[in-house]
């Protein structure tokens, strides 16, 4: 998918060229049959047609993606809910958010994230989760300074219909 992102006309004036963002990615997912574990994962790629002007703070690629592995641990009808299951999960992401070199130095762009969160979910239905999750995260700067870690507890609803 992608696309013009800029005002590039204003009544007639021309302010600059069109300038696009295009993102090409990989979906996959899949439930392993005799354990019910469920799979689901993407790897995504961003190109985007940055201004030469801007700084090389602004990244013209970008890549990321993660892998979701879910494994049900009890299926039965539970607080009145008849296909309801609760379940254990781990979820591996990276993104970087700035692909390529420094023009000056040749040396790497780092700015990126790579995250560890496992998990537990009770999910109602196949359509409704509630998740609770600890995430572990390593954020390299710019610069590529030693990553800053951080940790965090998550609760999520998700539904869909």
Same mark, same amino acid.
């Given at each position: 998918?992608?696309?013009?992102? &800029?005002?590039?006309? +204003? $009544? ?36 985007? +047609?940055?201004? $030469? ?14 892998? +979701? ?17 609760? &379940? ?7 993104? $970087? ?5 420094? &023009? ?58």
């Amino acid at each position: 998918m992608g696309g013009v992102y &800029n005002k590039f006309e +204003d $009544d007639g004036l021309t302010l600059d060229k069109k300038r696009r963002a295009d993102i090409f990615a990989i979906d996959f997912n899949t439930t392993i049959p005799k354990a019910n574990t469920v799979i689901t994962a993407e790897w995504a790629w961003t190109f985007i +047609d940055v201004p $030469d002007t801007y700084t090389q703070q602004y990244g013209n690629k970008q890549q990321g993606g993660f892998i +979701d592995i879910v494994q049900p641990i009890i299926k039965k009808k539970m607080f009145g809910f008849e296909k309801a299951s609760f &379940n254990v999960a781990l979820r591996v992401e990276y993104v $970087d958010w700035n692909i390529g070199t420094f &023009n000056e130095t040749g040396q790497n762009i780092s700015d990126d994230v790579f995250s560890i969160v496992p998990a537990i979910s009770f999910r109602t239905s196949q359509q409704t989760v509630l998740r609770l999750n600890y995430r572990y995260q390593w954020q390299t700067d710019i610069l590529g300074n030693p990553a800053s870690k951080t940790a965090a507890i998550q609760f999520g609803i998700s539904s869909y219909f």
